[in-house]
């Protein structure tokens, strides 16, 4: 379980740490960085999944995602992210090449990375770290030898892990960090993927813009809490029941059967407040939950009357799998509060703040020397 995220010098997030708990809602008015804490926290996951800066990249590269306002003094320029989590923690230090020396001047570079066991970082509990292209391993005599192979220097030295028997902390790490969902793009525009036919198979994980709802959807109702599902439905629209159409060659579509109308309607009638709601119960229900789930906004879309449901849905989630929610939706945020970590963001200049916190306070965390 992770049980902090710190981030420093990412767009607004100058100096941020924030602790997390089995169910977290980060909320906070328009513009207060919420966007740029979740931003950050994909951008983390997508570096130790796949060991690649591409999401930086995405984004416009190191330049545009720096924080903009001052520096403290004559701090390099560097960006900064780590978690601190029950078996393995970690961080990443980010900076800009050395001029006229690399062909991608604007690509970032790993000036350095540490992963340790448990929570606090101490030279006795590192597990590797990396230094330039330098990476160094706990060995079986306990001390830090240096690695074999050698990362590029745009790229995470997880990215040239390809033996668990090498560096099985790192290996047992990434692995762990694949089966991490982001959901912030589902889509229910009317071309949107869970609109269309698919065929119903066995599907535990919803993709990441809705595709494959008919089959996640079944797989919920036929091995997974079916009930759970239904009354959530129940509650948000009026006693109506979700299903699946499916003809005899396996091929089906998601529907909504009210109780005053007497055929279903199929996701292609359905509004975007329904489909919406139909995909995050989906998702929230997995017959295999994540190790980390986090939502972006579910609230979009929906009537605020159907979001004690979706609290229900989130809540119940977090009783299998650790769920981080950014909203600005008031109902959401309170309905979710009594069980949560509640973390309030608010701007003061160009720098995202938690109200109250000076900058020495909040949770313990040290960055690993460059």
Known sequence: MLRLIAVENYRSLRDLVVELGDLTVVTG?????????????RL??????????????????????????????????????????????????????????????????????????????????????RRSLRVRLRAADGDL??????????????????????????????????????FDALRVDPDAPARRPAPVTYTPVLDGDGGGLPGAL?????VGDAEALQRAVSRAFDGARATVLEDDRGIGVVALQQTSVKRPFDASEL??????????????????PPGLLVLNEPEASLHPSVLPALADLVTRAAESTQVVVISHAAPLVDALSGSAVRIELERAGAATTIPGRLRFDGPRWSWPSR
């Open 29 to 41: 008015p328009n513009g207060s960085g919420k966007s740029n804490l979740y931003r950050a926290l």
């Open 44 to 129: 983390l996951a997508s570096i130790v999944r796949d060991g690649a800066l591409r999401t930086l990249a995405a984004e416009g590269g190191l330049r545009s995602a720096l924080y903009a306002g001052e520096r403290r003094g004559q701090e390099p320029v560097a960006l900064r992210l780590g978690f601190a989590a029950d078996e393995l923690s970690y961080a990443i230090d980010l900076g800009m090449p050395q001029p006229g020396v690399s062909p991608f001047p604007l690509d970032p570079e790993v000036k350095g990375e540490t992963v340790w066991f448990g929570e606090t970082l101490r030279p006795s509990t590192i597990a590797a770290d």
């Open 145 to 182: 030898a240096i690695a074999p192979w050698k990362p590029q220097p745009t790229e995470s030295m997880l990215a040239t892990l390809a033996d668990p028997d090498t560096a099985p902390e790192l290996y047992a790490m990434r692995e762990r960090a694949r089966g991490w969902r982001f």
């Open 218 to 222: 079944a797989t919920v109702l036929r």
């Open 271 to 288: 509004s975007d407040g329904t489909l919406r709601f139909l995909l995050l119960a989906t998702a929230l229900l997995s017959p295999r």
